[in-house]
């Protein structure tokens, strides 16, 4: 069964600091780009970041840019999102995916997590 587990999630206070990670059970992330998506309630999906294979290729949603760093480790098929300098309007569920090119578009991915809770208090 294949599964992408997010973890690393929690409550943090504004200007803090979280690590993602995301871990592959019954698949490789080999030759796949990773991405980070976050749903808030009652707002739409939204693209974080992404990373390709090499870790040459990586792109970030405009909110994040500067704060959160992606990262990727190969041998241990894992992808992290570091999270920096947290805001409240961080606060969302995280969700790992992976698909065959690192766009920026949620449907060109394939294999979705449950998702991590990452909370910004003000």
């Known amino acids: 069964q294949v599964q992408l587990v997010e973890s690393g999630g929690g409550l943090v206070q504004a200007g803090g600091s979280l690590r993602l990670s995301c871990a592959a059970s019954?698949?490789?992330?080999?030759?796949?780009?990773v991405a980070w998506f976050r749903q808030a309630p009652g707002k739409e999906r939204e693209f974080v970041a992404t990373?390709?294979?090499?870790?040459?290729?990586?792109a970030y949603g405009d909110s994040v840019k500067g704060r959160f760093t992606i990262s990727r480790d190969n041998a241990n098929n894992r992808v992290y999102l570091q999270m920096n300098s947290l805001k409240p309007e961080d606060t969302a569920v995280y969700y790992c995916?992976?698909?065959?090119?690192?766009?920026?578009?949620?449907?060109?991915?394939?294999?979705w997590g449950q998702g991590t809770q990452v909370t910004v208090s003000s």
């Open positions: 990373i390709g294979w090499s870790s040459i290729w990586i």
């Open positions: 995916a992976d698909g065959f090119l690192p766009t920026t578009r949620s449907n060109d991915y394939t294999y």
């Open positions: 019954g698949r490789t992330f080999a030759n796949r780009a």
